[in-house]
């Protein structure tokens, strides 16, 4: 199965992706874990992509596009995946579409989790006051919906013109939610 989880931040991409991938014994995959796992080294790219995340701007497509590559070809990756938070922007829609077709793979669907503005901002403000993220304050949040609205919302309907979209609706628990996209990716086999 090869999985692309999609959705505004909090709506809980992460959290589903996490019950998902263990459903279907694939990794789940986070560009944005990838990159908070980053935080620290002392290298040019790690300041860059620090510095990017706390303003809550998009790492560069090139640099993204590399990461994901590196993880797919790892040995626990060859049987399917669940990508949470890639692809984020038309850029990356199409190095991923390379990187499948190039290995005569292909997407089976993508999840779109859905909630409203209320929702997945008082969900972000509890988040950083458990985790304390250092991208999860007032200011960041509003910057990163505007640039998810500006750049990834259309992405969705790349994805729906495929016929490849399951909109899934994100209130209510974890396990009502995880319930939800497992009836939806059911129906797929
Ligand atoms: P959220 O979706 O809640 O904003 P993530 O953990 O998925 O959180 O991502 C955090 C940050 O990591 C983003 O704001 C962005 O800076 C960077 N990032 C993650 N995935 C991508 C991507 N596919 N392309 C560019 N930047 C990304």
């Keep these: 199965m090869r999985l692309l989880i999609m959705g505004p931040p909090g709506v809980g991409k992460g959290t589903q992706a996490k019950g998902i991938a263990e459903h ?13 796992a980053m935080k620290g080294q002392s290298t040019e790219l790690a300041k860059e992509v ?28 060859q049987n399917g995946w669940l990508l949470d938070g890639y692809p984020r922007t038309i850029g990356q ?34 988040r950083a006051a458990i985790e304390g993220r250092s991208d999860d304050n007032a200011e960041t949040i509003a910057k990163r919906m505007k640039v998810y609205h500006e750049a990834t919302d259309p992405l969705l309907d790349v994805y729906k013109e495929r016929g490849l979209l ?20 059911d129906k797929l086999s």
């Design 166 to 185: 399951i909109e899934v609706n994100g209130e209510g628990s974890v396990e009502t939610v995880d319930e939800r996209i497992r009836q939806a990716l």
């Design 93 to 126: 829609v199409h190095a991923l579409d390379k990187y499948l077709e190039e290995r005569g793979q292909k997407l089976d669907a993508v999840i779109s989790l859905v909630a409203d503005e209320e929702t997945v901002k008082s969900r972000l403000l509890k």
């Design 24 to 36: 279907y014994q694939i990794p789940a995959i986070s560009t944005g874990d990838m990159f908070r």
């Design 50 to 77: 620090q510095a990017l995340m706390d303003a809550g701007q998009y790492v560069p497509d090139e640099v993204t596009d590399r990461i994901v590559v590196d993880r797919l070809g790892k040995e626990d990756a």
